[in-house]
């Protein structure tokens, strides 16, 4: 399976940015999550989501300003980030997790794309 992301880019403090995730073969079985990783800092988790779309978790940093969804048909995942902050600055990873659930660890999932750059300027 292989996982592209896009959607990355160079937005100001406050603005909205909208990653999208496609996936080479279905992944309707998996669940999919979201991670970052900063220059300098280890890859964490951002958000998550099992392979029904309703269980749905995410970092505290990030709860109430990003909304993970996925569209099945279009073998797709989005993250859509709003209210953005300097901090958020990273590579975005999306990855596919081994189980029908989505948990936090970067060795539950099996899959992982490119990544895609956000950076969040002041």
């Known amino acids: 399976v292989q996982l592209q992301a896009c959607g990355g880019g160079l937005v100001q403090a406050g603005g909205s940015l909208r990653l999208s995730c496609r996936a080479s073969r279905s992944s309707s079985n998996n669940g999919m999550g979201w991670f970052r990783q900063a220059p300098g800092k280890e890859r964490v988790f951002v958000a998550g989501?099992?392979?029904?779309?309703?269980?749905?978790n995410y970092a505290d940093s990030v709860k109430g300003r990003f909304t993970i969804s996925r569209e099945y048909a279009a073998n797709t995942m989005y993250l859509q980030m709003n209210s953005l902050k300097p901090e958020d600055t990273a590579v975005y990873y999306c990855a596919r997790a081994r189980q029908a659930v989505a948990g936090t660890g970067a060795d539950q999932y099996i899959y992982w794309g490119h990544g895609t750059q956000v950076t969040v300027s002041s």
């Open positions: 989501i099992s392979w029904n779309g309703h269980y749905i």
